[in-house]
């Protein structure tokens, strides 16, 4: 045990100090917040520029009266020749458009807009609007309706949605942030149990090539090298975890701070702003963020999140290990990392269509079962809301097909560190695993 | 120290060792000899407890052999390496603990090494920074660095200078009046006679011979002699005519001849001199020993046959 201990503590030291650690330890929150600030400016940059100056040339008289201005359109109305127009759109700056309406425009409902550069999308759905409401107008008045009463029904609807757990209190429930949350769990444990476990293979392909193994398995047990490795490197990543949750918290919350600051937002327009989206948030209860935390049980998505990725990387870091002892070059070990894999990939791109869509459904739940591929599928669910005793279920077979995968890894590893520049094949492997030991 | 009692140890296609058994006194060094593939290293693999053996037995002083006694053992493999990145220092005190000893203890014992073998300015080096030759040293270090009962070395001056290859000769030979019981694998046999007692041959997964250096030399002694002499004025001494010996060389050199002879079974070296000292001044009787590394090619290349024949 003390060995494991030694083992541990050395896999764990020599990553931890290396530079590429620190380097994506810290680069990885950077990036992450560089992409915030970017969204941000991007987002705004776009509203500034959004603004667009619509020439309307009317060949029905009547239409153009009814066209507004809003903030995002200023309408002009144009008494130059056509022609004039064209030429003096191709001079003008990003954004003016040129709307041609022709006279029995009621009656064919086709408009023509040429733009100076790429025709905005925005432009576009706002000027449709405003036409679809000046059609919509004519035609009520056509039918006789008074138009103001027309307008004065009130159509909104509000779906509150709730669910009802298994104590029957209802929560409300919020689907899209469970699949948002659903799918970056998946990203994460899928690239993370992808990283650590080459990692060991790696770290073992070390050991081999360069013949330190056969003088640390004269001290160590094989198995006990092997779990230490694992273990050492799992706690690498748990502590990589933890230092980019933290890092990513406290970066967010200064970028935040520093972004209101740039953009000259006073503290009270701040609050008159948030007190415009407390207004927003009582007629529209999606966008209320404390309800909807509060429908998430973080605890418990965090509980699972260790669980099962703990239990997926020892599941996995198992067979790495395995092929790591039988290959002698990294390239050599592609077409055995492929198939222990694949179960794992093949999760991955089930989660973003079937399982997000349906989890609670038979491929879901088998999925979430099965030890190679429930690390991901449980995952994925469990924001969704999965009964505790199939969470326990679940996690108790990952923990026995854990036992299980290192236990033939073990084997497998035994034999293959101390088997040098000989290609090994399937058959093999077998024939290692059969070694009487 | 080491009983090795009918070991037998079988991968799928081939057997690595038939029917083997060792004794390895306390306090000696024991040459294990035997061509490439022969099943030294699984022997010594089984010894160190990395492989373990279908059947047979090992008793480790007096015990059997288990676990806590790889604490006692030093090895150092023929494949050996050492992590690259980790300097020298990190890793030597990594090795020492895993073979049980306490850090400080560790600490103060490597230093000691270092400044024997003047390396102590490697302490912060990494391992790819150095050459073949003094990455073997560290090796060396290493192995012993626990102060084992048992040491076992698996061609230990392979990519040693001459002269770093005496300095870790001379260690190994101070190791052993120190108590340690050593063995020593290897090809190179001019260094099995000077530096082993006993020897064990093992060729095609067999011991084909064991015993003392010297009674196995003693045993391949074939009355075999040089003698060079000076014959006297005048008379030529036609050496063919005695039917005593079979010539094996014979040099004129100025007046001087020098022939190496091997005398018949049933006659001594008394007898030749008999005969020759009337006739011939002798300025030099040698007796012709076989060397280990005459005896080793004799008698793998002699199992070979053998095993053709069958």
């Known amino acids: 045990m003390n060995k494991i201990f030694l083992v541990v503590n050395r896999e764990y030291l020599s990553r931890v100090k290396k530079r590429s650690f620190l380097l994506t330890t810290f680069l990885v929150p950077l990036l992450f917040i560089g992409m915030y600030i970017g969204v941000f400016y991007l987002t705004k940059e776009s509203f500034e520029n959004s603004h667009a100056i619509v020439h309307v040339v009317d060949n029905s008289a009547s239409i153009s009266k009814s066209l507004t201005n809003n903030k995002n359109l200023t309408f002009t109305i144009s008494s130059n020749e056509l022609q004039n127009e064209l030429d003096s759109l191709k001079d003008k700056t990003k ?13 064919s409902r086709r408009v023509e807009l040429l733009s100076s550069g ?5 432009t576009q759905s706002e000027i449709k609007s405003q036409l679809k409401e000046i059609i919509r107008t004519y035609e009520y008045s056509r039918m006789g309706l008074n138009i103001d009463s027309v307008k004065s029904v009130d159509d909104k609807v509000n779906i509150s949605s709730k669910e009802i757990s298994d104590t029957g209190d209802s929560k409300e429930s919020h689907t899209e942030v469970a699949m948002g949350i659903a799918m970056s769990l998946s990203v994460l444990v899928y690239l993370s149990l992808f990283l650590y476990g080459a990692q060991v293979m790696r770290g073992i392909i070390e050991e081999k090539t360069s013949r330190v193994v056969e003088i640390i398995i004269s001290s160590v047990k094989p198995f006990q090298l092997m779990m230490g490795k694992i273990l050492g490197i799992g706690l690498v990543g748990l502590t990589q975890f933890l230092l980019w949750i933290i890092l990513t918290a406290a970066l967010t919350s200064l970028a935040t701070a520093l972004i209101f600051n740039v953009s000259g937002t006073t503290p009270e327009e701040i609050s008159a702003l948030t007190g415009a989206n407390s207004q927003l948030s009582n007629d529209n209860p999606a966008f ?3 309800s909807v935390f509060n429908s998430i049980n973080i605890t418990e998505l965090l509980v699972c999140f260790f669980i099962f990725f703990i239990g997926g990387y020892f599941l996995y870091s198992g067979l790495f290990a395995a092929v790591g002892s039988a290959v002698d070059s990294e390239t050599e070990a592609t077409q055995f990392t492929m198939p222990i894999t694949m179960p794992l990939l093949l999760t991955y791109v089930l989660s973003f269509g079937v399982l997000i869509n349906d989890p609670h459904g038979t491929i ?3 999925l979430s079962f099965i030890p190679f591929t429930s690390p991901i599928a449980m995952l994925v669910r469990v924001p969704f809301g999965v009964p ?16 299980i995968t290192t236990w033939v890894a073990a084997r497998i590893y035994k034999v293959g560190i101390l088997i040098y520049g000989k290609k090994a094949s399937i058959k093999e492997i077998i024939k290692w695993f059969r070694y009487k030991q | 120290m080491l009983k090795i009692h009918n070991i037998n140890k079988q991968y799928s296609t081939h057997r690595a ?3 083997v058994s060792l004794t390895i006194h306390k306090g000696s060094i024991y040459g294990l000899l035997g061509p490439n593939g022969a099943g030294k290293t699984t022997l010594i693999r089984i010894i160190n407890q990395i492989n373990a053996p279908d059947s047979g037995e090992i008793i480790f002083d007096g015990e059997k052999l288990q676990p806590k006694h790889i604490e006692r053992i030093g090895y150092l493999p023929e494949e050996r390496g050492l992590y690259k990145k980790m300097k020298i220092g990190e890793q030597m005190l990594y090795l020492a603990q895993l073979k049980g000893i306490k850090k400080a203890e560790a600490s103060r014992r490597i230093k000691e090494w270092f400044e024997k073998l003047e390396i102590q300015s490697w302490w912060d080096k990494k391992v790819e920074d150095l050459s073949k030759g003094m990455q073997q040293k560290v090796q060396f270090v290493a192995t012993v660095i626990h102060k084992p ?3 076992i070395l698996d061609e230990p001056f392979s990519g040693f200078d001459p002269v770093n290859a005496q300095i870790i000769q001379n260690e190994i030979l101070e190791l052993n009046k120190q108590g340690a019981t050593i063995i020593y694998s290897t090809h190179r046999m001019e260094s099995v006679e000077t530096l082993c007692d006993e020897i064990a041959l093992i060729n095609r997964s067999k011991k084909i011979l064991e015993g003392s250096v010297e009674n196995i030399k003693e045993s391949y002694r074939n009355q075999t002699y040089k003698i060079s002499y000076s014959e006297t004025e005048g008379t030529e001494f036609p050496l063919e005519e005695l039917a005593l010996f079979e010539i094996i060389e014979h040099i004129n050199r100025d007046n001087q001849t020098e022939a190496t ?3 018949n079974n049933d006659k001594t070296l008394n007898d030749i001199l008999l005969q020759l000292i009337p006739k011939v001044k002798i300025n030099e009787v040698l007796e012709i020993i076989p060397s280990m590394h005459d005896i080793f090619i004799e008698k793998v290349t002699r199992s070979k046959n053998q095993y053709t024949i069958k």
């Not at chain 1, 790429?118 to 925005?122: D, Q, R």
């Not at chain 1, 990952?398 to 036992?403: S, Y």
């Open chain 1, 95 to 107: 954004n003016t458009n040129l709307l041609i309406i022709p006279e029995d425009f009621l009656q």
């Open chain 1, 118 to 122: 790429k025709p905005n999308i925005n």
């Open chain 1, 288 to 290: 209320d963020i404390i």
């Open chain 1, 364 to 366: 879901a739940t088998w």
């Open chain 1, 388 to 403: 505790t005793w199939q969470i326990i279920v679940s996690a108790l077979l990952l923990f026995g097909g854990f036992l």
């Open chain 2, 17 to 19: 060792l038939d029917d």
């Open chain 2, 149 to 151: 009962d048992l040491i």
């Open chain 2, 261 to 263: 002879i091997k005398i």
